[in-house]
């Protein structure tokens, strides 16, 4: 049969993240061992009080259908919680998600269209650029690799990116794949470009209880000006370790809820009723947790940083989130695939994100576990 697909699917390629994880299962299933460090899933348990509240959700029933937009419960322990961090969303303005990624493709999907214009800052996650392409729009970067990442050097550059043309500007912070987290005066300086572009900002803080030294990630919402023009995206996945449970959330004026809930309303209906239970509780009692499992991520960074300078490897280190952007040779793709088949430890090519020379690296794995990558690294000449 002589099958044609949308032109939405056939321009874009499967997740590079998921991919390099795929090969990993299929070598281990072989009998590989392999340190697999490309996706960035946590690897302590999910909480068990998070476990005991699903299971009592589901004996309390639970089970249905949950309200498209999230239980009342869940959306109100948001609110309280954005609002500490400066955001004046009220219950209304929020829709509960399965998952973070679900959220950012109703938004997408909401505001991109046809030649839309969709500015993203290098590098960047893989799939903002899928999301992106398959509502049509097209792609303007600002690459940050010059400026160690961070985004406040580059505002020159992204102020010739954007003009009254553009449609919606990314912005992550801490970032995944580099771990850094942007300053107040750059997020400042992406206010008042949003500002007089008239430009939507999605300012992703999937990572924003994962910092260290002291460091705190602004809400990009919270900045005079923000309000009405920034979507807030987060979810439960990285700081309460419920990557499984897929459940997030988004936070916007009004309109775009609106618009958004009507995706969500076609499409998934609504986030697992029993897992926003458990989200409840996530909220109200894991602040501990969170912080035992970043202090964790700040040691393993350390470490890692140690021991890539004893093989003479200068790794620019985040102040965020658990990744790292390796230098390695300019076809990182090529070297990627020969890591994982010669020294069997998985790391992400940073062409995917858009930063070339690179491969992303997810310390969220043991001390020991890391120890044995760069070890086996090295021994293979790959340092």
Same mark, same amino acid.
């Given at each position: ?33 392999? !340190?697999? *460090? ?16 699903? +299971? ?8 249905? &259908? ?24 009220? $219950?209304?303005?929020?829709? !509960? ?27 960047? /996650? %893989?799939? &903002? ?83 260290? =030294?002291?460091? +705190?990630?602004?809400? *990009? ?6 309000? =009405? ?8 996945? +990285? ?5 499984? /449970? ?7 004026? #009004? ?6 809930? +009507? ?11 029993? %897992? ?11 602040? $501990? ?17 140690? *021991?890539?300078?004893?093989? #003479? ?21 090529? /070297? ?26 997810? &310390? ?7 120890? $044995? ?7 293979? =000449?790959?340092?």
């Amino acid at each position: 049969m002589n099958r044609e697909f949308a032109d939405r699917v056939t321009r874009i390629e499967p997740s590079a993240t998921v991919a390099v994880s795929n090969l990993a299962s299929q070598l281990e299933a072989d009998g590989v061992d392999v !340190v697999d *460090l490309s996706v960035g899933e946590p690897d302590f348990p999910t909480p068990d009080v998070v476990v005991e509240a699903a +299971k009592d959700a589901m004996d309390a029933g639970h089970t249905g &259908y949950a309200p498209s937009k999230g239980i009342p419960e869940l959306r109100a322990e948001i609110v309280d919680r954005l609002g500490e961090r400066g955001l004046p969303y009220d $219950e209304d303005q929020i829709i !509960v998600t399965p998952g973070g990624k679900q959220g950012l493709f109703e938004v997408f999907q909401a505001l991109v269209d046809e030649g839309s214009e969709v500015v993203l800052l290098d590098p960047a /996650w %893989v799939s &903002y650029e899928a999301m992106a392409k398959i509502a049509g729009g097209d792609l303007t970067r600002v690459d940050l690799t010059d400026h160690e990442f961070q985004l406040e050097p580059a505002l020159d550059d992204l102020a010739e990116a954007v003009s009254d043309d553009t449609q919606l500007l990314v912005v992550n912070s801490p970032s995944n794949p580099t771990g850094a987290v942007y300053s107040d005066a750059a997020l400042e300086g992406v206010r008042d470009l949003a500002v007089e572009h008239d430009i939507t900002v999605i300012s992703d803080e999937i990572y924003d209880r994962i910092t260290y =030294d002291g460091v +705190k990630a602004t809400s *990009l919402g919270s900045l005079d000006g923000m309000e =009405d023009r920034t979507v807030t995206l987060n979810g439960f996945s +990285k700081a309460y370790s419920m990557t499984g /449970w897929r459940l997030g959330y988004i936070a916007a004026p #009004d309109d775009i809820v609106d618009e958004a809930g +009507k995706l969500q309303s076609h499409s998934v209906t609504c986030a697992t009723n029993f %897992v926003q239970h458990a989200g409840v509780t996530a909220l109200r009692e894991c602040d $501990e947790f969170v912080a035992e499992m970043r202090d964790a991520f700040a040691d393993r960074r350390e470490m890692l940083a140690d *021991l890539f300078a004893d093989h #003479d490897v200068d790794v620019p280190v985040g102040d965020g989130a658990f990744y790292m952007m390796v230098p390695v040779d300019d076809d990182d793709q090529q /070297w990627c695939e020969d890591a994982i088949q010669e020294a069997h430890v998985a790391m992400v090519p940073g062409s995917a994100f858009g930063a070339p020379g690179y491969a992303r690296l997810s &310390y969220a794995a043991s001390e020991e576990r890391l120890r $044995e990558a760069v070890e086996r690294l090295a021994e293979n =000449d790959f340092l």
